[in-house]
């Protein structure tokens, strides 16, 4: 049995046996145990925000998606004034789903059982033999509506939560700073290019969501291929000696929320033999736009941004890292072979489908203000680099089920996972956003901070 004070499972392990913060130290039990998992569905993904998708995805009144909310099936839709909706996909007469189409148009959803019909808000019109009263007499019209979450648009990305207490702002934290450099950034933001891109993982969510806590290092190893390829500057001979990219400031906040910047002018060095040295904002901003920046859009910035935040996207962009406890943020650089470089926004999310399946759900940008032909670009790129089969997630996909194999042995899954290369909080000197800070070569304190964040949501009963 499970005690309801902290956690302890029921053959009396606690949460301080799998997750041990003096060692910075996690069992490979975590990844592979049902009682945990349905702890997970409780304290994590029941309390906190959950991206959805994007506003792009439905914009006209009646438009709707269907999304899961870690296990709880959902409607996404758009009522007649315009407001966004997200309501649990479960008739309240015989728990048959309401919709079962995974995206359209329409005013109402009538649930093929038994007839019963809503509103794109959720609220319930009738049942079929209105004269009959076929939902009975106990409960009124406005008790039976569908349960609905709230709803907060951030950057046009919609997030979703049952929690009823945690506003967004106390969501994102000190995130907030460098997040409103990829999401708030321009006039009329970013749009969706197409529908998500999904498929199914035989893996535990924690596994991927572990990694997108800003875990450079594999990078140098499992993406060899990549800077073999000269993608990320570089060659096969001298990768270890250079480490391209693993070189900047990681930083995390309580809430679980990291992310990477890496300095442009190292960047600049992969495209162009011309320093940056002496250059103002603005002129680096033209030397090299941030991913997704067209230079027409750059005055767009110095408008939506503060002047700090400008100069970090100048100088040291946030790149990739994630948003706990099931996101990651890729908005990378992407050369071309004519030496444009349009860049690659994708986010990812990993939503649990029980202890031993996470379904991979791909979503690509660009900027609505972009031209047609640098949307056609990015969506390629995205597509060979962080896609369902692009040119990473093949190697991570190919990683994540052998580490799940791996926690089913008996004896293996009494190894613990090692988060003990850590360099510790230190500010840079003018660094302006806040969160705790780790320049210099990416190590392991982003991710022991978002299992941190995970183990403080566990142990709150």
Known sequence: ???????????????????????????????????????????????????LGHESEIPKAGDYVMRDMAEDNVIVS???????????N???????????????????HRCIYHGWAFRADGSFIGAPIEKEQMHGSKRSKDELGLKKARVHLYGGLIFATWNKDLSFEDYLGDAKFYLDQLFCRTDNGLEMLGPPQRFVLPCNWKIPGEQSGSDGFHTLTL????????IMGGTAESIYDTAPGMYGVDLSVPQGH???????AQTFKMFADVSFE???????????PPPGITKDLIPQLFKNLSEDQVKQLANIPPQVGGMFPNILIAFIFAPRMDGGASGALSLHTYVPKGPDKVEFVNFIFAEKDAPEDVKRDMLQNAIWSTGTSGTIEQDDADTWPQIMRNSR?????????KYQALHGHERPEGWVGGGDLYPGFTKDDTQWAWWMAYYNMMADA
């Open 278 to 288: 002496g250059k103002s904002t603005e002129e680096r901003l033209n030397l090299l």
């Open 409 to 417: 042995g008996h004896m293996s899954k009494t190894i613990t996972l």
């Open 78 to 88: 758009r009522d007649r004034s315009g407001e966004i909706h997200v309501m649990l």
């Open 258 to 264: 990291t992310l990477r910047c890496l300095e442009a």
């Open 1 to 51: 049995m499970l005690h309801n004070a902290g956690l302890t499972l029921s053959d009396g392990t606690t949460l301080d046996d799998l997750i041990n913060r003096d060692m910075n130290e996690v069992s490979l039990r975590v990844m592979n145990d049902k009682e945990l998992y349905e702890l997970e569905m409780e304290r994590v993904f029941a309390r906190t925000w959950l991206l």
């Open 90 to 108: 479960v008739c309240p007469h015989r728990g048959m789903k309401v919709c079962t189409a995974e995206a359209g148009n329409a005013h109402a």
């Open 223 to 230: 993406h060899r291929s990549l800077m073999e390829g000269g």
